[in-house]
């Protein structure tokens, strides 16, 4: 449940008011959005947001590659040098042969990876009885002994602005008064959500249980004993030797996490299949107090799950849809004010609610700029880097009020799956980025339909793209994932065969010709 929604914590009093709409993002968040690349202009700033072993890393990087240049440019001038002179053969042979070797053995010297692949996925789509209309949420709400008529208010507000549709989903659990909030309950509720979206990836990669080597599940409110790792083995009769992972408490990043942690693993692990289940058990979060920022939660999450399946086999054996391309994780943990942003607690009569506090906005833009800052470094292209680089020594140097020039991430990037937090989170990302509507269209309409799924959001996003047809082979997708830690983790995909048919299914099937409704901007419908 814990995911960060910097949107719903304005700077003023804590909740005086709430308007029809989210309040903006502050000034500071604003900032940090406003140059993804924003922490090269401070040495500080960037000490500031990126641990010293993970700058060291990108500082070896940086240096080889420019090293590798100045190899190339030192041969060059060797080459001319020698045409000048009119050296003899043998040094123009010399000269070239050594080129050659370094950059043949090159690729060889370093560690070798292994591809991996994204045969398929699934989500879930819940049965039409879990649907909760705002006046259904309101009148059950306002039955259940614990919130008082502020407290219903304060919610009624919050559902109205929050950019979701009157169609999105609540587990049974929810649906009685009291909600009913036992383990029998949770474990209910995790069969509901992992189960059919597992069937129904086995069934479309013609796979049987017996087939995965690596299970990795990630739940951040519920984390049973047994695991809910083992609750899938044991359900599907797994092998006795599958390699199972269990991820809790890693909020709306886990879903990201999970396909990092199954590729280091399919490093390792050769000729293998690794499936990924990325949900959030509900009932387990539900709040009764009077506490409004631990209110929130229970307006915006909804139901949600996705099964998603991997492999590093050769790419002809199951025809998969997308190869990994790039992965990179960032995270504030080891700083005390980002670690304590947004933290589970009990409240002062000692019922429990995820706490977001007043400084979880600057400490989310930080996390981003830092993630956004090092994967721009490694996949924008040179003359995108050149000229950030020109603006911030401008900048610095020469003119103090000129802006920092945003790179084109669309030069390499074709579609976008970002946070579905809130519609002024999605748009001030895409603001800072340089996106347009069409490229924040996926996650501002997954909000809508489905509301934030958490760790399992970014596909559905993803769902919502292939239903609209729009990824073609060659195309590359970046899917952001942030959440509570503070961390942010972005997957880079490239699609690597056409992606047809996918209208007719999935959990858009029914509704993907409604979209997109044409005021983004309005209210839910």
Partial sequence: MGNYTPHLYPSAPLFTSVSTSFPLPTKSFLFSFSSPMAPLVSEQCLNSTTPSTFLSKQILSTLSQSLGLLVLILVTSLEALFLLQKRPPIFHFINLSCFTIVF?????LSKKTHKVYLVDFSCLKPPSSCKVPFSKFLKNSSMIEGFDSESISFMANILTSSGQSQETYLPPALHHIPPKTDHHEYIKEVH?????????????TKLSPQDIDILIVNCSGFNPSPSLASLVINHYSMRTDIKSFNLSGMGCSAGAL???????????????????????????????GHEKPKLILNCLFRMGS?????????????????ELFKTL?????????AYLSTIREEDSDGKLGVTIKRDLLQVAGETLRANVTVLGSSILPLSEKFWHGVSIIRKRFLNKSEEIYVPNFKRVIGHFCLPASGRPVIREIGKGLKLGDREMEAAVMTLHRFGNQSSS??????????????VKKGDKVWQLGMGTGPKCTSLVWKCIRPIEGESKKGPWA????????????????
């Fill in 329 to 337: 994780r960032t995270q504030k943990a080891y700083d005390d004010r």
């Fill in 510 to 525: 029914d509704c993907i010709h409604q979209y997109p409704f044409e005021a983004h901007g309005e209210g839910a419908n």
């Fill in 258 to 288: 999970g396909i990092d942690l199954a590729q280091n693993l399919l490093q390792i692990h050769r000729n293998s299949y690794a499936v990924v289940l990325s949900t959030e058990i509900l009932s387990t979060g539900w709040y009764a």
């Fill in 104 to 108: 043949i053995l090159k690729p060889y």
């Fill in 192 to 204: 509901m959500v992992l189960f059919p979206i597992m069937d129904d990836l086995l069934a479309k």
């Fill in 457 to 470: 959001s970014l596909w559905y996003e993803l769902a919502y793209l292939e239903g609209k047809e729009r």
């Fill in 306 to 322: 996705a099964a998603i399946l991997l492999t590093n086999k050769n790419q002809t054996s199951k025809s998969p849809k997308y």
